[in-house]
C-alpha cells in the first residue's frame, strides 16, 4: 500500500460536482487530490442541457461565458424553442426568451478536470475508491494507494461509495430508493436519424431537427424526450424506478414509435440510474460531505442534474475553505448552506413534479394541459433560473455567489 502525502481535500469523482470542488478549492490555495476511477474523454449517458442558469454559473464562477465555451468545442447545439407534450397531444410549441444548450459530455467533463488541474488540483485518473474511512479520513483506491486529507468530498455519482460508507443515520435509504428515477436512452448518429425518420408518428419532429420535444406521461412518472446535438440526436425516457421497474424498454419503442423514429426500435438503449427528489437533507458527516448525485441532488421534475453538481460542489467548497481556513464546522456549514440555498427550490420542485404526475395518473389531461398553457412562461423562468419555483416570483439572485 502506497501512501500519499495529506492534503487538505480528496475529492472522490472526476465529473462536474468533483472538477468543480477541485477548482474552486485548488484557487483558494488548498491541496486537493482528485479521484476519477475512468481516464478522460470517458464516456457519460447524458442528455447534455445546460439550462441558463447553469451557463450563468460557468461564467460567474469560472469566467466562462457562451463565447468562450464556443471556442473550447463545449456547446453542440442551442435550441431556441420546444415542443412539450402531454402524451402524443401537443400543448405547447414556443420560442425561448433564451436558448438552452446541448453539450456532449466526453467532452465537458474532460475539460472541467483540466480546469481543475490548473487550478492547482493533483488529478488522477484510473483512481478507484475501494474504501474509505472516515474517522481517519482516508480513502484507499483499488490499486492500494492510500489518500489522506483533512476533508472527503463525496462526488461519485448515484452509486457513491462515499455515501455508502456513511452512517445510516446520514441517508433514508427507503426515501432514497422510492425516488429513484430509470432511465433508457439512444445516441442516434444524426445523419442516420434525418435519413430515417418518418412523420408516421402522432408527434411530429421538425425538418432540421432541431427543437427539443417533451413528452409527459411518455411513461408512469417521468417523461420522453428528443434532444438535437450537433452530431446526434439523443432519444430517451425516464422516470420513477418504483412504477417502471418492467416496462421502460417497451416505452421506448412506443415513444420511439410515436416521434417516428421506430427505425431504431431494435438497438440497445443505454440505462442508467439518477436521483428524482430524494436529496439528503444534511448530506454529511463529520469531514465529509456528498455533492451532486451522489447527494440526490438533481432536479426532480426534468431529471436536470448538471447545474446542480455545479451548485453543490461551490457551496461544499466554499464549507471546506471556511473549515480548513477558519476551523468552521464542515457538516454544519455545508448543510445551513444547502438549506438557505438549494433545498427549498428542490422541495418545490418536488411538490410540482408531484402535482403534474397525479393529474397524469388520474387521467386530468385537460385541466392539466390548461395549467401547463398558463404557467409556462413561468416554469420554463424557474427552470432557467430567473425565477424560484416557490410561488414563481422573479429573483435574479436565486442563484449567486457565496464566495
Known amino acids: 500500500m502506497k501512501g500519499r502525502p495529506e492534503y487538505d481535500a480528496v475529492v472522490v469523482g472526476g465529473g ?26 470517458r464516456n457519460k449517458v447524458c442528455g447534455g442541457c445546460l439550462s441558463q442558469k447553469t451557463v450563468r454559473f460557468l461564467d460567474r464562477a469560472f469566467s466562462l461565458p457562451v463565447a468562450a465555451l464556443r471556442r473550447e ?32 459530455r466526453e467532452r465537458y467533463d474532460a475539460f472541467l478536470a483540466k480546469m481543475a488541474a490548473r487550478a492547482g488540483a493533483e488529478v488522477h485518473t484510473g483512481a478507484e475508491a475501494a474504501e474509505i474511512d472516515h474517522a481517519r479520513r482516508t480513502v484507499t483506491t483499488s490499486d492500494g494507494d492510500r489518500y489522506s486529507a483533512r476533508v472527503i468530498i463525496g462526488a461519485d455519482g448515484v452509486h457513491s461509495r462515499v455515501r455508502r460508507t456513511l452512517p445510516q443515520s446520514v441517508v433514508d435509504r427507503k426515501r432514497w430508493h422510492n425516488n429513484l428515477g430509470w432511465t433508457l436512452e439512444l445516441v442516434i448518429p444524426r445523419r442516420e436519424a434525418e ?27 417521468g417523461y420522453g424526450w428528443v434532444f438535437p446535438n450537433r452530431e446526434a440526436i439523443i432519444v430517451g425516457i425516464g422516470g ?56 440526490g441532488f438533481t432536479g426532480p421534475l426534468l431529471g436536470e442534474g448538471i447545474f446542480y453538481a455545479h451548485r453543490t460542489a461551490e457551496l461544499a467548497a466554499h464549507a471546506a475553505d471556511r473549515h480548513l481556513t477558519a476551523g468552521a464546522p464542515l457538516a454544519a456549514t455545508y448543510t445551513a448552506l444547502l438549506r438557505r440555498r438549494l433545498i427549498p427550490e428542490l422541495r418545490a420542485e418536488t411538490a410540482l413534479r408531484n402535482f403534474v404526475y397525479r393529474c397524469l395518473d388520474a387521467r386530468m389531461h385537460a385541466p392539466l394541459a390548461a395549467f401547463m398553457r398558463a404557467t409556462n412562461t413561468l416554469v420554463i423562468d424557474a427552470v432557467q433560473g430567473t425565477r424560484s419555483f416557490r410561488g414563481f416570483f422573479r429573483d435574479d439572485d436565486l442563484h449567486s455567489g457565496v464566495w
Not at 462536474?16 to 474523454?41: I, K, M, Q
Not at 401537443?90 to 456532449?104: Q, S
Not at 419532429?205 to 411513461?219: E, F, M
Open 16 to 41: 462536474p460536482a468533483g472538477s468543480t470542488a477541485a477548482c474552486l478549492l485548488g484557487e483558494s490555495g488548498h491541496s486537493v487530490a482528485l479521484l476519477e476511477r475512468r481516464a478522460y474523454p
Open 73 to 104: 468545442g463545449l456547446l453542440d447545439f442551442a435550441g431556441t424553442g420546444y415542443a412539450l407534450y402531454i402524451g402524443s397531444r401537443r400543448i405547447l410549441a414556443e420560442d425561448l426568451d433564451e436558448p438552452v444548450y446541448f453539450t456532449g
Open 195 to 221: 435519413a430515417l425518420v418518418n412523420q408516421d408518428g402522432p408527434i411530429r419532429l421538425d425538418n432540421g431537427l432541431a427543437t427539443p420535444h417533451l413528452a409527459l406521461g411518455a411513461c408512469r412518472w
Open 240 to 295: 420513477l424506478l418504483s412504477v417502471n421497474r418492467n416496462g421502460l424498454r417497451r416505452e421506448l419503442e412506443a415513444f420511439l414509435k410515436s416521434v417516428g423514429l421506430s427505425a431504431f426500435a431494435d438497438r440497445k438503449p443505454a440505462g442508467y440510474l439518477l436521483p428524482l427528489g430524494n436529496c439528503i437533507p444534511s448530506p454529511a458527516h463529520g469531514e465529509t460531505v456528498l455533492v451532486g448525485d451522489a447527494g
